[in-house]
T-cell receptor
């Protein structure tokens, strides 16, 4: 079956702009989590959605937001981009919520802010 | 603060030998631990996990050991193969039960030499 699909794979934006990233989970998976990976901070949890509800949120400013649709697809939005937002953004899906269940990651969206 | 730590940024071993990757954590409420492998330009791939009620879990060449009193876990790969060369992340569930928030270590780059 198809894996977790993230679009676009690469993105270049200018400081101050906003960006929307998309994640299509594995069919049947209802939980979607987002992570930011940077060389200095490693993988950091952004938020998790389950059945269109945000279940948990990481320690990121309000410029980072997300949502989940009824078909479990998820989007995350970053407004007023800063240079420090340059990172690999990873989406992961699971059939159920909770760290006890294996999360499958997508290949990520590489965002570069210039 | 870094609740999950992988103190060795890199490890180099010879093909056929054992690779041991270490991970320390600070939060005694963590109840589930996972290891992920990541190749460049790909998302992390789930390898193996362990519940806090166990001290060992084995899957083929991969074995994870958990020492709760020391708040330490390790991943053993035997025998190591060149295809195992990747970045390995240790992750923990934050213990809140029903959320998929994973807290990752900084990663260890494993190089297996032929």
């Amino acid at each position: 079956k198809a894996g977790v699909t993230q679009t676009p794979r690469y993105l270049i934006k200018t400081r101050g702009q906003q960006v929307t990233l998309s994640c299509s989970p594995i069919s049947g998976h209802r939980s979607v989590s987002w992570y930011q990976q940077t060389p200095g901070q490693g993988l950091q949890f952004l938020f998790e959605y389950f059945s269109e509800t945000q279940r948990n949120k990481g320690n990121f400013p309000g410029r980072f937001s997300g949502r989940q649709f009824s078909n479990s697809r998820s989007e995350m939005n970053v407004s007023t981009l800063e240079l420090g937002d340059s990172a690999l953004y990873l989406c992961a899906s699971s059939a159920r919520t909770g760290g006890n269940y294996g999360y499958t990651f997508g290949s990520g969206t590489r965002l570069t802010v210039v | 603060d870094q609740q999950v730590k992988q103190n060795s940024p890199s490890l180099s071993v010879q093909e056929g030998r054992i690779s041991i990757l270490n991970c320390d954590y600070t939060n005694s409420m963590f109840d589930y631990f996972l290891w992920y492998k990541k190749y460049p330009a790909e998302g992390p791939t789930f390898l193996i996990s362990i519940s806090s009620i166990k001290d060992k879990n084995e899957d083929g060449r991969f074995t994870v050991f958990l020492n709760k009193s020391a708040k330490h876990l390790s991943l053993h790969i035997v025998p190591s193969q060149p295809g195992d060369s990747a970045v390995y992340f240790c992750a923990a569930n934050d213990g809140s039960g029903n959320t998929g928030k994973l807290i990752f270590g900084q990663g260890t780059t494993l190089q297996v030499k032929p």
